[in-house]
């Protein structure tokens, strides 16, 4: 195996990467005797692929310089890696980290104490800059001295936004929120991201991701959609239009406020959201409980004919009985996963009631051995 990489890339190894885990990842469906003749296969940009990141920030002795660090895995003490570039981020994640090094430094308040540098980008080169504090936020001075700054990058060509961050405090200079575009085969979807809440780091993979689940959806608008744990709604505004009615499900408040507002964005008149668990949704379905937070979302959860579930559980998996026969109740089910073993561990038991019709793996982490799947089964 390819050693993996951190901070860099290898562009002329690429190929080779993505063959040795794909073929890792197909051994051990084998193994575990799930069939897999045939799959789809999704690359990465081999460089400028990740729109998201975080760095802590090292100053020499006297603070007349920085270096943005990330940490090798598994070292005790952790083994620093310094970086003078960053070719895994966005082109805008880039500029910026050349910017701050330019500029950041003619600012005592704003270096002071600095330790961490957070960046959210998207397509259009746009980004949000975090900058986090060991110390307490002078919010006037801050901000002036942020609007120069911004004024420094806008004339070097790139649109920024700043937060700081301390200890119980969040100072926005503008917003923590940006507009990103989804591109699909036949239309553009737009999603708000909130900056330090979760967006697929990947964009290229994501939207593969999304188009592998439009593909597995083409003969459903007579029957209803839900997803538990839509985050930010990516999935659900991205599939909504293929289906008579969509239910998700989200139990974190600003997700699922962003959601809403993504819903709206995109124009979406047949989807709504509740804040709900995947065991509160079971225990509606089966009239066990009734729950306030789905009147409030002004759902009647029984006057949907649910037909297709999709999950993008963590990288635990499914982990029990529970939810694996809560899952095997619909008839078609579009599963991502980001961990081949607790898919493979879900797949042995889901596959005694459906079967794998479509396998698709997206590239979302080039240069290290994780990969990421799509897996439509639809019951026997």
Same mark, same amino acid.
């Given at each position: 195996?390819?050693?993996?990489?951190?901070?860099?890339?290898?562009?002329?190894?690429?190929?080779?990467?993505?063959?040795?885990?794909?073929?890792?990842?197909?051994?051990?469906?084998?193994?575990?005797?799930?069939?897999?003749?045939?799959?789809?296969? =999704?690359?990465?940009?081999?460089?400028?692929?990740?729109?998201?990141?975080?760095?802590?920030?090292?100053?020499?002795?006297?603070?007349?310089?920085?270096?943005?660090?990330?940490?090798?895995?598994?070292?005790?003490?952790?083994?620093?890696?310094?970086?003078?570039?960053?070719?895994?981020?966005?082109?805008?994640?880039?500029?910026?980290?050349?910017?701050?090094?330019?500029?950041?430094?003619?600012?005592?308040?704003?270096?002071?104490?600095?330790?961490?540098?957070?960046?959210?980008?998207?397509?259009?080169?746009?980004?949000?800059?975090?900058?986090?504090?060991?110390?307490?936020?002078?919010?006037?001075? =801050?901000?002036?001295?942020?609007?120069?700054?911004?004024?420094?990058?806008?004339?070097?060509?790139?649109?920024?936004?700043?937060?700081?961050?301390?200890?119980?405090?969040?100072?926005?200079?503008?917003?923590?929120?940006?507009?990103?575009?989804?591109?699909?085969?036949?239309?553009?979807?737009?999603?708000?991201?909130?900056?330090?809440?979760?967006?697929?780091?990947?964009?290229?993979?994501?939207?593969?991701?999304?188009?592998?689940?439009?593909? +597995? +959806?083409?003969?459903?608008?007579?029957?209803?959609?839900?997803?538990?744990?839509?985050?930010?709604?990516? =999935?659900?505004?991205?599939?909504?239009?293929?289906?008579?009615?969509?239910?998700?499900?989200?139990?974190?408040?600003?997700?699922?406020?962003?959601?809403?507002?993504?819903?709206?964005?995109?124009?979406?008149?047949?989807?709504?959201?509740?804040?709900?668990?995947?065991?509160?949704?079971?225990?509606?379905?089966?009239?066990?409980?009734?729950?306030?937070?789905?009147?409030?979302?002004?759902?009647?959860?029984?006057?949907?004919?649910?037909?297709?579930?999709?999950?993008?559980?963590?990288?635990?998996?499914?982990?029990?009985?529970?939810?694996?026969?809560?899952?095997?109740?619909?008839?078609?089910?579009?599963?991502?996963?980001?961990?081949?073993?607790?898919?493979?561990?879900?797949?042995?038991?889901?596959?005694?009631?459906?079967?794998?019709?479509?396998?698709?793996?997206?590239?979302?982490?080039?240069?290290?051995?994780?990969?990421?799947?799509?897996?439509?089964?639809?019951?026997?």
């Amino acid at each position: 195996m390819l050693q993996t990489l951190i901070g860099k890339t290898d562009p002329q190894n690429y190929d080779q990467y993505l063959k040795e885990k794909i073929s890792n990842v197909v051994t051990l469906f084998k193994k575990n005797n799930l069939t897999i003749d045939n799959y789809s296969v =999704f690359e990465s940009p081999k460089e400028y692929y990740r729109m998201r990141t975080e760095f802590c920030v090292f100053f020499n002795e006297d603070r007349s310089d920085f270096n943005f660090c990330m940490f090798e895995p598994n070292t005790k003490p952790k083994k620093r890696i310094e970086l003078q570039s960053f070719p895994v981020g966005s082109k805008a994640i880039n500029k910026a980290m050349q910017l701050l090094k330019k500029h950041l430094l003619s600012y005592n308040e704003l270096k002071h104490k600095l330790f961490q540098i957070d960046f959210l980008s998207n397509q259009s080169g746009e980004i949000i800059i975090a900058l986090n504090y060991h110390k307490a936020i002078n919010e006037i001075e =801050f901000k002036k001295n942020i609007n120069d700054i911004k004024r420094l990058f806008l004339n070097e060509g790139l649109k920024a936004q700043f937060i700081g961050r301390a200890k119980k405090q969040l100072i926005l200079a503008d917003t923590d929120t940006i507009l990103e575009t989804i591109h699909t085969k036949d239309r553009d979807f737009y999603l708000y991201q909130v900056e330090g809440n979760f967006s697929q780091p990947n964009i290229y993979a994501c939207q593969n991701m999304v188009q592998f689940a439009r593909d +597995c +959806c083409t003969d459903c608008k007579n029957v209803d959609l839900i997803e538990l744990y839509c985050g930010s709604g990516t =999935f659900t505004v991205c599939l909504a239009d293929l289906f008579r009615k969509v239910m998700s499900t989200e139990v974190s408040r600003v997700p699922t406020n962003t959601a809403l507002k993504n819903i709206e964005k995109n124009n979406i008149k047949n989807t709504k959201i509740a804040r709900l668990s995947a065991v509160e949704v079971a225990l509606a379905l089966n009239n066990v409980r009734e729950f306030n937070r789905l009147k409030e979302a002004d759902i009647d959860i029984h006057e949907y004919n649910f037909n297709t579930l999709l999950i993008d559980p963590p990288r635990s998996g499914l982990c029990d009985k529970e939810a694996l026969d809560f899952t095997a109740r619909f008839d078609r089910v579009i599963y991502i996963s980001c961990n081949p073993e607790t898919l493979v561990s879900d797949l042995t038991y889901l596959t005694k009631t459906h079967e794998i019709k479509r396998i698709a793996f997206f590239d979302q982490f080039p240069y290290t051995n994780h990969l990421e799947s799509g897996i439509l089964l639809e019951k026997k």
